[in-house]
């Protein structure tokens, strides 16, 4: 969501400079009419002509970023519920009690969290509701992961953490 926000801000931007450039041109074709006694042989007239064409690419260009970025965060998020669906449906009831009957308290909580959420968090907002250190909820995943009950899947900076499709405990 953040990056479809500054996305939108961005192409906001371009349509400023898109005006500024219009007024701009438009000022400054009245100054080199009036006061340029040449004609169109006019120097004057060949930098108004360049001075446009390059604002026109810095405007194509910060447009450009800012679509990107608006419809890039759509992709992201596509991907996370792909991963949330395929996994929301990998723990059967009963085996559910009898997998939270065997894990520690905090282990407990950390598997119930991402249950809650789905079957998939990202691990800072885990980390966030869990109430726990970063290193404390690194731990605890590792055990959940060596104990085959979640997986990590790198996203960017961070891990999103999902319940294996195929949980089956280890001890």
């Known amino acids: 969501m953040k990056n479809r926000i500054v996305g939108t801000i961005i192409i906001i931007i371009a349509i400023l400079i898109g005006l500024i450039i219009y007024l701009f041109n438009r000022a400054l074709t009245e100054i080199v009419s009036s006061s340029c006694t040449h004609g169109p042989s006019c120097p004057m007239w060949g930098s108004i002509e360049f001075q446009t064409n390059i604002s026109l690419i810095i405007l194509i260009f910060v447009l450009g970023i800012g679509i990107y970025l608006f419809f890039k965060q759509e992709e992201t998020i596509l991907k996370i519920k792909k991963i949330k669906t395929k996994n929301e449906k990998s723990i059967k009831k009963e085996d559910y009690q009898n997998i939270l009957s065997q894990l520690k308290n905090e282990e407990k909580n950390i598997f119930q969290i991402i249950v809650n959420e789905g079957g998939g968090i990202f ?12 290193v404390k909820v690194s731990r605890i995943l590792d055990k959940l992961e060596a104990k085959n009950l979640i997986e990590r899947k790198r996203r960017g900076m961070t891990n999103f953490v999902v319940i294996k499709p195929e949980t089956s405990f280890k001890q």
Not at 123 to 134: A, C, I
């Open 123 to 134: 691990q800072s907002d885990l980390v966030e509701k869990s109430n726990l250190s970063k």
